[in-house]
Every structure is written in C-alpha cells, then in structure tokens.
C-alpha cells in the first residue's frame, strides 16, 4: 500500500466504511463456500481477492443514479450498491424472493432494477455493449449518469469487449469499462489468453485513456473509477488482482496452479493489507475489528437463516413471464 | 384508400411510430444520411435528427446489444440489420439476452426491441444476402418473430412490434420492397401479434405460408380458380414465433388437405412445426397427407440467375403441388 487516503483527501469514515464494505463482502463469500461445501447450496463463485478493486469502484461512483453492469464475480460491488446479504443469500438458495431472478439463474448472475443493476447472463461480455446501450439512452434522455461495466480479463477477448468499447469510444459515451484481471480464466493464464502485455492499452484503439490499477488498493482503484467519473469521457480501467479461490465450487485450481503461487496470491491479499494499512493510519483497532467481525457474523446468521428457510418460488409461477402479461386491474 | 409499396409502409410506419413516441429511435449500418441500402428509414434523419437515427458501426452485435441496453433503459429502439444473413454476429444478444431478459430477471427488467431485417431470395443476393434465417429464432421463448406478405400488414405489423412490450424479430422481405403495393389505411392502425390471417377463402385445399410466397400463393390461386375451378383457401402466418395454433388447426380443418409452403430450405422449417401441430390437432380431419413445398436442404442460395432460378419456389411448382393435392 503505497498510497495515503489523507494525501486524495480520502477522509477516515470512508477509508475504514472501505475496509467494512470489503470484509463484509469477504465474511458473505466465505459463509457461501461453507454452505455450498456442507450441500446446503449447488454452486458459488467468488469475490475472494477481487474486494478491493469492486469496494473501491463503487465507493467512486455515484450510487443513487448511475447504472452498473456487473459480472459473476463482483459480490462486493452489490452488496455495495445496495442489494443486501439477505439479497444474496436468497440468491445462493436460489429462493422465490431472490430479487435477482427468483431462482431462476444460477448463483451470482446479479439483478436488480431498483439498483439499476442491469440483468447478467452467463455467456461473458454481452454487458458491455448493454452498457453502451443504456449510456447512449442516457445521453439521448439527458441524463448526467454514468454506466459501470465490469468483466474479467479473459472475456476481454470477446467480441463484444470489442464492439462495445468502440461504440463507446465512436459517441463518447460516460461509460467506465472496469477489467478486473485477476490472471486467470478459469485455468488459462493472462500469456495464453491476452496478447498485449496489459488489456488496459487495448484503450487506445478506443479513443479513451487506459489505465493499469493495484486493484488490491481500494484506495488506488477509488481514486482512478473517481477521476473516470469526472471526466465525462469513457475510461478503461485494468485492476491487477488475484483470484483467491478456484473458479468455481466445481474447480479444483490446484491442478493447474503451484502451492507457491497460491501462497503468494495469499500474501498479497488487499483485506490483510488494507487492514494493516488502517492500524498503521490509527482507524483501525482489535476492537474494532471485532466489533465489525461480531456486526457481520449476526446479519450473515439472519440472512442465511432466513434464506434457507425461505420458500422456492411456487411452481405455478415456473412458466410466468416469458412474455409481459396483461394488466389485470 | 391509397395504394403504396410494402417498403413505403414499413417507412411509414417507422415515421409516425417516432413522431408518436420520442422514446422509440432507429439504429443501424447507414440508416441516417443514406435512408437505408434500401431507403426503408429514407426522410428519417431529415425530420428526427441523428441523435434518433442513428450510424453504428459495422458490428451486428453492438446493434442488437446496444438496442437491449437502451430498451432496458426504457427506450424503444428499432434496430435494422442490413441483411438479415448478417444476424449471425448478434444471435448470442438476440437468443442469450433480449429474449431471456424478462424471464430471467422475474419480471423486473424487460426488453422492447425490434430488430428490422430484410431476407428472403430472389434479387440474385446469392449465399448471403438472400437467406430466410427465422426458423434459426423460432424455437427461442421470449422473441416474437413476424413477417409480413404485403404492405397493409408490414404497415400495422411494424406498429405492433414497436409498441410491443418484448423483442420483436420484424422480417421483411426484400423483394416484396418494391414489387408489392396495396390499400393502406391512412389512419392509425395496428395488425396484432400472434394473429394469422385468411388471405383467400377456398373450399378444396389448404394452403399455409407467410412472407412472399403468400403473395405467388394468391395468384396462383386465383389462376386455377379461374382455369381449374380448384378453390384455395389461404391461411398467412403473420406471426411465425409463437405460432397462432388455432387458425392453423381451423385452415387445416376447413378443407382437410394442406400444402405447406415456404422459401426456406425444407428440413427444420417453420413449416415442419406447422405440419407437427395439425398432425397433433386434426390428423383425423385430413383427407390426403400434409404435403411441403420448400427451397432444397443447400445453403441458400446460388447467384447465376440460372441456378438461382433453379432453387428457388416457383409459381409452376406452387400449381403443380396444388393441383396434386386437389385432385388426391
């Protein structure tokens, strides 16, 4: 952590409200691995390592208007912008008030229009040019809101990353493209999927400035999604993290990944060394963190609780809304 | 009642649609400046500016996908592929996205698009600017798929599609742009989704297409009707995605033999489906099995006017395949 909240005029609330944000995401992700390793829940995919860069993103953006297009792993940036661990929960178990589909798509593939949080599916990438799209209405309606679209680095060899970011970039759209590269896809490396050393100089095929970020620094991610978002021009941001789990609850990622990365991976998580960075600043106390630790266990306990006892959705309601249904008055 | 051509309806219909509701806006390769390759958004640009018609690039799957990102929005846009052999680029946000959109959000995001494409043979377009590709998008829940056969029906087709809540695939076929005219009502109207249509009342046979070949259909039939006294009824699918089930079944059992007719190539057409849901509704109603008639199973389609010619669904066929039946 090289860089001083103090010196971006960071102010100490939201410099620990950041490390809360990033531990409660953590705290939620891990309850998800224990429950789906105890059979409770089929299938999880992780935030773990990724916090810092989603935490820092959305404490930068302006969450009572701008539209977010997330990907599969950016729990911590949801739950920032306002879906709760309830929310969440209920989506793990897949349950009929999961405001995200209803149990209708697997974990993680996040929604929710009062958030305006545009619906994701699993084929990577199509958000991108969703983005675009609701920027484009945005501007045509004159809107001043900006669209946050994120991916990972091996779906920034999609078409659509393609097509997207020079629609973007041809009309100037106020769109942030946030690559959250976390080296892997799946089990191809960053040399085997990305030709160029970084994706963020992709950019300037695009007419925007790219930028490479430590997106295990909440701090240094914030201040570059901030200074994108004044700019009133598309920005490509590159966060450098590391995926801390396998790709999935069905992978196994030590088949093709060393003990000593993994470690290494490990020691370079952003939770420990934001945390350290706040006891170092004087914000951050044992007592505290037990506290926030204490907070986290009790709304993670009701919310899984609940959930799990929550009712699927009725099986008259499977075939509902494929089509808008007529107004019954 | 005036008569107009099938593409003057559809630009018609796209002119009054966005003076009618700001939200709705058109986009596409060359629609503004340029009107369109076929001039079917000509005056658009002029009256509504660019910022509603709108120049992509040329990236199918940003049209599609950008509509699906404005549409959730709670924009209205029309999106126009300038050929509908060049969809294929943008089947994954049309199949994945705009179709899924409302089901897989339960209701909470929706996606009122329609996508404009012109398809269909016959203009010596060759392999790829001559297909019939609906049949790729018709066994996708949450699309609508229509096609209108002449100019009254693209006219209220294309209004339905773009006051429709959900994505609407509007095929219209380019030869039909220029060839085909006919009484449009000047006022407001739509045609509804999901509704086929009798073009021709008959006795003897069933015949049950959509697009151009409704039009070859009708002539022919009249033709025969005046030389053969064979009576043809002929049923218009309109809407090909979700089919109108009962009107098929009623064709069918109105004269209980039925000529299935399309420009596609056979095997995995739209008319399989038909021909599927009268054997399952009214098989003991028939008096002669369900006969097709079909571009053959090769990619479509060659570009020498010889070999073009060859492939494609002709009038003589239409009769031959007509008079068989009648007299089974």
């Avoid at chain 2, 058109?26 to 640009?45: I, N, P, Q």
């Avoid at chain 2, 009256?47 to 990102?69: C, N, Y």
Wanted: hydrophobic content about 40%; some cysteine.
């Amino acid at each position: 952590m090289t860089i001083s909240h103090k010196e971006h005029n960071i102010s100490d609330e939201l410099a620990t409200d950041m490390y809360y944000s990033m531990l409660r995401a953590r705290r939620v992700d891990e309850r998800l691995w224990l429950l789906n390793r105890s059979g409770k829940i089929p299938f999880v995919i992780s935030c773990q390592g990724q916090e810092a860069a989603q935490v820092g993103a959305a404490f930068a953006l302006d969450l009572t208007q701008d539209y977010i297009a997330p990907y599969y792993r950016d729990l911590g940036l949801v739950l920032q912008a306002g879906m709760s661990v309830k929310d969440i929960m209920l989506n793990a178990f897949a349950k009929g008030e999961d405001p995200n589909s209803g149990g209708r798509q697997m974990q993680a593939h996040w929604s929710h229009k009062q958030l305006r949080i545009l619906s994701g599916s699993s084929p990577v990438t199509t958000q991108v040019v969703h983005a675009a799209g609701v920027a484009l209405a945005g501007k045509m309606t004159q809107k001043n809101f900006y669209t946050f679209v994120t991916l990972g680095e091996g779906s920034s060899n999609q078409g659509d990353f393609h097509e997207g970011l020079n629609f973007i970039g041809v009309h100037q759209l106020p769109v942030i493209t946030m690559v959250e590269n976390n080296q892997y896809a799946i089990s191809t490396p960053y040399d085997r999927q990305v030709a160029s050393p970084t994706v963020a100089q992709r950019a300037g095929s695009y007419n925007m400035p790219g930028v490479v970020v430590d997106g295990t620094d909440p701090l240094a991610v914030y201040i570059e999604v901030k200074k994108a978002r004044l700019s009133n021009k598309p920005a490509l941001i590159e966060a450098l993290c590391s995926r801390l789990t396998p790709h999935s609850s069905d992978d196994d990622h030590r088949v093709y990944r060393s003990s000593e990365e993994l470690q290494s991976d490990k020691d370079k998580d952003g939770l420990h060394h934001y945390e350290l960075y706040l006891r170092n600043e004087g914000l951050l106390t044992d007592a505290r963190i037990e506290e926030m630790e204490a907070q986290l266990k009790v709304e993670i306990n009701e919310a899984t609780n609940y959930a799990d006892q929550a009712p699927y959705a009725s099986l008259e309601h499977n075939l509902r809304y494929v089509y808008a249904e007529e107004e019954t008055s | 009642m005036r008569i107009i051509s099938y593409i003057e309806a559809i630009n018609e219909a796209l002119t009054e649609e966005m003076r009618r509701d700001d939200n709705v806006f058109v986009l596409g390769e060359d629609v503004g400046k340029k009107g369109g390759v076929f001039r079917a958004t000509d005056g658009l640009y002029a009256e509504f500016g660019e910022q509603r018609v709108l120049d992509t690039p040329l990236s199918e799957s940003a049209i599609a996908g950008v509509a699906v990102g404005a549409a959730m929005y709670g924009m209205k846009p029309v999106a126009e592929m300038q050929f509908a052999d060049f969809i294929m680029p943008a089947v994954n946000q049309i199949v994945s996205e705009a179709a899924k959109m409302r089901y897989r959000s339960n209701n909470d995001w929706s996606c009122p698009l329609v996508i404009r494409a012109p398809f269909g043979g016959g203009v010596h377009g060759g392999l790829y600017h001559s297909q019939s590709v609906e049949a790729l998008f018709a066994n996708q829940p949450g699309l609508k798929i229509v096609i209108p056969s002449n100019p009254a029906d693209a006219k209220g087709l294309l209004k339905a599609a773009i006051r429709d809540p959900d994505p609407v695939l509007y095929f219209e076929h380019k030869k039909a742009y220029r060839l085909l005219k006919g009484e449009v009502p000047v006022d407001d109207y739509i045609v509804p989704i999901g509704k086929a249509d009798i073009k021709r009342q008959g006795d003897d046979l069933t015949v049950i297409t959509y697009g151009l070949m409704v039009e070859e259909t009708l002539k022919v039939a009249q033709q025969l009707q005046e030389e053969n006294g064979i009576s043809t009824h002929v049923l218009d699918l309109r809407t090909i995605y979700p089919l109108d089930q009962q009107s098929i079944i009623e064709a069918a059992q109105h004269t209980g033999k039925v000529l299935l007719l399309t420009e596609d190539n056979k095997e995995g057409s739209i008319i399989g489906e038909v021909a599927a849901i009268i054997a399952e509704h009214c098989l003991f109603d028939l008096d002669a099995p369900i006969a097709r008639l079909a571009a053959p199973d090769a990619p479509s389609m060659p570009y020498a006017q010889s070999l073009e010619k060859d492939f494609m669904v002709t009038a003589d066929q239409i009769e031959e395949a007509i008079i068989k039946l009648a007299e089974f």
